[in-house]
């Protein structure tokens, strides 16, 4: 099926340092998602996000996290400083529409600040 | 809270038999309930999904009942071989909005003995 990849599988980085995770969603797809899954929660959802625009985001993303699409280049959630909690699991996903479409996921990329 | 809760963290079930794993959900709003699977690589993959008009659908040896009044929805794996062992994640989103943001589950990990 579709797949979804993310660059790069772990990252270890010093708190207060900026990070930059990224996706590579499906090519046709045109919704994007982050969320976040710490050890041993559940997985939650961060943002979606749209045409360029962020359209939702939950409580968990943080004013010091951005997404952005440059160009249609990689789907990249930006967290600038890193700090402590910010250890977990990034999955990216992505669908072709918005409503009801099924959302493809990729394998995570685990970020453990220190 | 958390929206969606997966009670058993684990099963195990010996090949040939019924895996049967269980979801909660709070939100009276959730009309769209989803089971994914866990591959290897760690990307959940959707499996199955049902909208809440139904209270069943069959795919192959998947089952989804889905009980509103009881706000619970289980997956029914006849059959049970050996690749189904893997972490299935449960998932509810709501119309209103967009079905954009899911709510997951911590996952149960299913393991079939041969």
């Known amino acids: 099926g579709p797949k979804v990849l993310q660059i790069p599988s772990h990252q270890i980085i010093d708190m207060g340092q900026m990070v930059t995770l990224n996706c590579d969603p499906v090519s046709n797809h045109l919704y994007f998602y982050w969320y976040k899954q710490i050890l041993g929660q559940q997985m939650e959802f961060l943002v979606n996000f749209y045409n360029g625009k962020v359209m939702e985001k939950s409580k968990l993303f943080k004013d010091q996290f951005s997404v952005e699409r440059p160009d249609g280049s990689y789907f990249t959630l930006k967290i600038q400083p890193t700090a402590l909690e910010d250890s977990a699991v990034y999955f990216c996903?992505?669908?072709?529409?918005?409503?009801?479409?099924?959302?493809?996921f990729g394998p995570g990329t685990r970020l453990l600040v220190l | 809270g958390q929206q969606v809760k997966q009670s058993s963290p684990s099963l195990t079930v010996q090949e040939g038999g019924i895996s049967i794993l269980n979801c909660d959900y709070e939100?009276?709003?959730?009309?769209?309930f989803a089971w994914y699977k866990k591959y290897p690589d760690n990307s959940p993959t959707l499996l199955i999904s049902v909208r809440s008009n139904v209270d069943k659908r069959e795919d192959g040896r998947l089952t989804v009942f889905l009980n509103k009044s009881g706000k619970h929805f289980s997956l029914h794996i006849t059959a049970s071989q050996p690749e189904d062992t893997a972490v299935y994640l449960c998932?509810?989103?709501?119309?209103?909005?967009?079905?954009?943001?899911?709510?997951f589950g911590k996952g149960t990990s299913l393991t079939v003995i041969p």
């Open positions: 998932a509810a989103g709501a119309r209103n909005t967009g079905y954009q943001n899911f709510y």
């Open positions: 996903a992505s669908s072709l529409e918005g409503q009801g479409s099924t959302q493809y």
């Open positions: 939100n009276d709003m959730f009309d769209y």
